[in-house]
């Protein structure tokens, strides 16, 4: 724990019986506190205040904080919005869905869980979420679809369990007692005989022939379309007449 002059030019602390900054900036004329302190997690946690007697009361409560989590086990949960804003930050860097993610957050999570701690947050606030998805219409005014519920119920999770992993959340996740949603996503429509024929005939007057020969060669090998489109030379053996997927 301490306490020192801290200088908004450099960004530097000093000892409080110091005058004047490595930089040149008088250290004696609107002074600047800083108040550091180690948490047991061994993370740092810091504030900057305008007076001395503000900054030693600040002290007074980081000693209260750190006495509560070392001998008490006791951590003061983030709120729900505060997690998701670190948590945004870091899937912008990490994630390619992470737009995904905040469509899911602004319009079905964030009006229910906001302005909510996470250890106050329990399993009826995530189901109450859950239940309003079956409810709720498109703008096509079509129901959304389980995958999409499902999805809000791993995000809601990987909230929890990121901050948890990162230090800011010491708690239950309320996502563990919810079932998730169970679907099939699996679409069955196959050509019968006639329709294979017609197909097949209106392939052979189409001007396109590189169309003609990919829709052709995903019928005959029964490939899905990212697994042709990504296929290039190097992947046919022609002396052998074979090719590696």
Request: hydrophobic share 35%; charged share 25%.
């Amino acid at each position: 724990m301490s306490v020192n002059l801290w200088c908004p030019k450099c960004k530097k602390t000093y000892k409080l019986s110091t005058k004047k900054c490595n930089c040149g900036n008088n250290l004696n004329t609107n002074r600047r506190f800083k108040v550091r302190l180690k948490l047991p997690s061994g993370r740092w946690k810091s504030k900057t205040v305008d007076t001395l007697d503000l900054a030693k009361k600040v002290e007074a409560k980081f000693k209260i904080e750190v006495v509560e989590q070392d001998v008490f086990n006791i951590h003061k949960a983030p709120l729900m919005e505060s997690a998701w804003d670190k948590y945004i930050s870091w899937a912008k860097l990490n994630k390619k869905s992470w737009k995904d993610d905040r469509s899911l957050w602004e319009h079905h999570i964030s009006e229910y869980l906001k302005g909510l701690k996470m250890d106050m947050i329990a399993p009826h606030h995530i189901q109450t979420i859950i239940n309003s998805m079956y409810t709720k219409k498109k703008e096509n005014g079509k129901p959304y679809q389980p995958a999409t519920i499902k999805h809000i119920l791993v995000l809601i999770k990987h909230i929890f369990n990121w901050s948890t992993k990162q230090g800011y959340y010491h708690g239950n996740n309320p996502c563990n007692a919810i079932e998730p949603p169970k679907f099939d996503n699996r679409v069955t429509n196959p050509l019968n005989s006639d329709g294979l024929r017609s197909l097949m005939s209106v392939l052979d007057t189409w001007p396109n022939e590189r169309a003609i020969l990919m829709i052709k060669f995903a019928l005959y090998t029964g490939k899905r379309r990212g697994e042709i489109l990504k296929l290039t030379w190097g992947n046919i053996d022609f002396k052998n007449s074979l090719l590696t997927l």
